[in-house]
């Protein structure tokens, strides 16, 4: 920007000597008078009076003060004389006794205007730029310099339009930065403008440019004008780009501070208005956190010192900034966790036991181990807190079953679902640095509870899943794990929090999907379906009154008898546990509903002949005995993740060379165990007068129907080896029989799992004897007795008395007679087979 030599008025009227306008104190030069004055004649030898911090330019008024001795005697003697100096500026102004050689060798003639006297006895002078000079040789240095010097003409090499346009150019620049400018005054623009001399204009502008000393002894020194021209130009764009920053700067500076200001203003007098009204105010809140802090117990050590730290930088973050709502809520949510709280246990063992009679049908093991768990905790006072994972079918109450474990206990109960969870900051929480962040569900379920010790549920365990955002099974180890759960580290608290005595129940339909690790933690308390006892039962204490109440009956209304119940469960549901009943149940009582609502009737007693009425023709029949009314089809059992089921084998054989088909989208267990059969009934077919051609020109078709649903395992080995044998054989399965197990080349037969859903399943579709491998004989002890009832239970060791146990006695067809074929069929076979090079019997699995 411009430096302030446009105040040459104001330096002047302190001394008294007044001018009587601005244009005295800045004469402005036609063009002709500017011609005249540097064109002058210029003495050859001059007195040399050096500056140390300005250039002075022809045409240009300065003010300057002198106070050195030698500067003191020039100023003197010229003032007396023709008042013409030639003023050099020194290279470097901190040397006060200059010589020739510290001084610059172009400099300007100047004429002495006024002189003045200081009180402290130096002396001001206004000089005033007249030509340019250039030194040629120093002839004296005391009492002062003087030189031989010679004057330096400027090259005007510009005129006419572009003179015009170059002019005009500067004009506005410099008009631009005397407008943005706070120090320079705006008549200086005025003075711009009024100057007619393009090279007075070049030679004042620069006099006042905001560069260096050496930059404006490097302009005066040009001696083309357009060269000087363009440089001046240089500076000035340089300069209006400075200050344009500066003004952007300036103004957002100001706003910014206008409107804190106004924030400020609005919340103070917001924080009178709630002061005045007894609301809460900004101190008011950290107070009450203060407060509460205080009066929180069992806050660990390195909580409380991490909610006095917080507090600390609450108090000095404006509430306005972001960072305030962040603490505040971190600080809130450590105060708002039960630390060291803890629920009474009643640990009253009958009691416990009737709440969960009252609450569940069977389920006697479980019973068990919940009362085995409170003996323990009365006898020992303080224990940590089984992990407990009820696996089985759904529908048959696991979740249900936590509430009432809950009530035993008399503990506070939070349940939450894991099914589809797949982001491990789920279960850990999220960092406080991601906005929105938030303690993990573990923590927001304690947080619920009030308790450091409530009953917990981790629903559907199995279904977790896991991507790029983490496993949270993963996760779900340190917190599933007594021994180190006790120091709970969440990504949002990062403090240790103690879930030791926190108790929590899992549940899964299926175990294969929990990685063995999580699996090992936990203890595994299978809950089986329901037998059609249990069920009847179930209904009646139950789901009866629940949709009783549900419709808006009452017990007045609507009854139902045993049998209607009985023809529910066997012709409109098929399944484990009881939520199908329900629905069936809930139906029944909304068709009674609405005809009390319509006024047809007041009350109604459902019996079995109405069941068909309400909901309609029966959706599940028994068809194991139309199934099993020829040969090569045998009854097997399976298991399902819902519960156990019947499973059908077929068999049948066409004239071929020997080759395997099996269909019905089996797994390669199940295909071996096809494959096993064959060749035991292969290698024995003398014994079980079986034809040889029936492995030589019949191929073999195995089936399982549901071709849909994918089936595997080899429990279905027994049934497999039936199905062929009666094919093989002619001999008809009997129809009233099932069975499982596993068999091997050797002969035996092996155990399989899922035992007790298997022989529910079996009971479910009128079968009236099972057969099971006979090292499964220990799990069917473990079954109630009133549950296998009146069914018929063998057992298997090895494969040989399966077909007379299974098998009827009488065949329907001769075997010889069935699978005996035409010279002309061996022929085409072994034809074939000689063809090809292959051996005779070529097994086939689609």
């Known amino acids: 920007m411009f430096d302030q030599r446009f105040k040459i008025q104001t330096a002047f009227d302190d001394q008294g000597e007044n001018f009587d306008d601005f244009e005295q104190a800045i004469p402005l030069m036609s063009e002709e008078e500017e011609k005249k004055l540097t064109e002058s004649e210029v003495p050859d030898n001059l007195p040399i009076l050096p500056l140390k911090n300005t250039v002075l330019f022809p045409g240009v008024v300065v003010p300057i003060t002198v106070g050195r001795d030698r500067s003191l005697a020039l100023v003197k003697e010229a003032y007396e004389s023709d008042k013409t100096i030639g003023v050099v500026t020194q290279k470097d102004e901190s040397v006060e006794d200059p010589e020739p050689s510290d001084m610059y060798k172009y400099g300007t003639v100047a004429q002495i205007l006024k002189l003045i006297k200081m009180p402290d006895g130096s002396k001001s002078v206004v000089i005033q730029g007249r030509s340019v000079i250039e030194i040629e040789?120093?002839?004296?240095k005391d009492p002062f310099f003087r030189a031989d010097v010679k004057s330096v003409h400027q090259e005007m090499d510009i005129s006419g339009v572009e003179l015009d346009a170059s002019m005009r150019s500067i004009k506005e620049t410099a008009s631009k930065i005397v407008n943005l400018s706070p120090n320079i005054p705006s008549e200086a623009s005025i003075a711009i403008n009024n100057i007619s001399s393009p090279a007075f204009l070049l030679n004042f502008i620069s006099s006042n440019l905001q560069v260096s000393i050496a930059d404006k002894q490097g302009i005066l020194e040009i001696k083309k004008f357009s060269e000087r021209l363009e440089k001046v130009m240089e500076y000035l764009n340089k300069e209006l780009q400075v200050l344009n920053l500066s003004e952007e700067i300036r103004s957002k500076v100001k706003t910014d501070i206008d409107d804190q200001q106004r924030d400020f203003y609005l919340r103070q007098q917001m924080k009178a208005i709630q002061e005045a009204l007894g609301e809460d105010s900004e101190q008011q809140d950290?107070?009450?956190?203060?407060?509460?802090?205080?009066?929180?117990?069992?806050l660990s050590d390195d909580a409380k010192e991490t909610v006095e730290k917080e507090l600390q930088r609450l108090e000095m973050t404006p509430n306005s900034s972001p960072n305030y709502g962040i603490i505040h809520s971190y600080i809130e949510w450590i105060l708002d966790l039960p630390w060291g709280e803890f629920s009474d246990d009643k640990l009253d063992l009958k009691r416990a036991r009737k709440i969960l009679?009252?609450?569940?049908?069977g389920l006697e093991k479980v019973k068990k181990r919940i009362v085995e768990y409170l003996a323990v905790l009365k006898l020992k006072k303080d224990m940590k807190a089984p992990i407990l994972c009820f696996y089985g079918p759904p529908g048959v109450g696991k979740t249900s079953l936590g509430k009432s474990i809950a009530r035993a206990l008399n503990r506070e109960f939070e349940r939450f679902s894991l099914g589809g969870i797949?982001?491990?900051?789920?279960?850990?929480?999220?960092?406080?640095?991601?906005?929105?962040?938030?303690?993990?569900?573990?923590?927001?379920?304690?947080k619920k509870a009030g308790k450091g010790n409530p009953v917990m549920m981790l629903d559907e365990i199995d279904k977790v899943g896991s991507d790029f955002r983490g496993d949270p099974t993963s996760a779900l180890l340190e917190v599933l794990d007594p021994e180190q759960n006790d120091s709970f580290m969440d990504n949002y608290l990062e403090l240790e929090y103690d879930l030791s005595k926190v108790m929590f129940i899992a549940t899964a339909n299926s175990l294969d999907t929990i990685p063995a690790p999580l699996r090992d933690r936990m203890e595994i308390i299978n809950i089986s379906g329901y037998t059609q006892e249990e069920k009847i039962e179930i209904a009646k204490k139950y789901l009866i009154p629940k949709q009783i109440e549900e419709n808006g009956l009452s017990k007045k209304q609507f009854k139902i008898s045993n049998k209607a119940i009985e023809k529910i469960i066997d012709e409109y549901t098929r399944e484990s546990g009881v939520r199908g009943l329900e629905r069936q149940i809930g139906a029944v009582c909304r068709n009674v509903a609405a005809q009390i609502a319509s006024g047809d009737i007041e009350k109604m007693s459902v019996g079995v002949n109405d069941i068909q009425d309400i909901l309609g023709k029966r959706k599940f029949f028994s068809d194991?005995?139309?199934?099993?009314?020829?040969?090569?089809?045998?009854?097997?059992?399976?298991?399902?993740?819902?519960g156990g089921d019947i499973l059908f084998i077929e068999a049948s054989v066409s004239r071929g060379s020997g080759k395997l088909h099996i269909t019905g989208q089996l797994g390669d267990v199940m295909k071996e165990s096809a494959m096993l059969a064959i060749s035991y009934l292969r290698a024995r077919y003398e014994e079980l007068n079986i034809p040889e051609e029936a492995f030589k020109y019949w191929d073999l078709h195995i089936h399982v129907p549901q071709g849909a649903v994918p089936k595997d395992g080899p429990s279905a080995g027994v049934a497999l080896l039936s199905a062929v044998a009666s094919i093989f054989t002619q001999r008809?399965?009997?129809?009233t029989l099932?069975?499982?197990?596993?068999?091997?080349?050797?002969?035996l037969v092996l155990p399989v799992g899922g035992i007790k859903e298997k022989v529910l399943a079996a009971k479910r579709a009128g079968i009236e004897k099972v057969f099971l491998p006979k090292k499964n004989e220990k799990d069917v002890a473990e079954i109630e007795e009133?549950?296998?009832?009146?069914?018929?239970?063998?057992?298997?060791?090895?494969?040989?008395?399966i077909l007379d146990l299974i098998l009827e006695k009488e065949a329907v067809t001769d075997p010889n007679e069935f699978f005996k074929v035409p010279e002309s069929h061996k022929n085409q076979v072994a034809g074939s087979n000689s063809k090809n090079d292959s051996t005779k019997e070529v097994t086939v699995i689609d």
Do not use: C
């Not at 040789?137 to 004296?140: A, I, K, N």
């Not at 099932?738 to 002969?747: F, P």
């Not at 549950?787 to 494969?799: A, D, H």
């Open 357 to 361: 009679d009252e609450d569940h049908y």
């Open 738 to 747: 099932a069975m499982t197990g596993e068999i091997t080349l050797r002969g």
């Open 422 to 446: 797949h982001d491990e900051a789920e279960i850990r929480g999220h960092r406080r640095t991601y906005i929105g962040a938030l303690p993990g569900r573990i923590l927001r379920s304690m």
């Open 732 to 735: 008809k399965v009997k129809g």
């Open 624 to 642: 194991v005995a139309e199934r099993t009314t020829v040969p090569g089809v045998a009854t097997g059992l399976a298991w399902t993740p819902y």
């Open 786 to 801: 009133d549950v296998i009832g009146n069914l018929k239970v063998e057992y298997l060791e090895r494969m040989e008395p």
């Open 137 to 140: 040789e120093f002839t004296q």
């Open 286 to 298: 950290i107070e009450k956190l203060k407060k509460r802090l205080a009066n929180k117990k069992g």
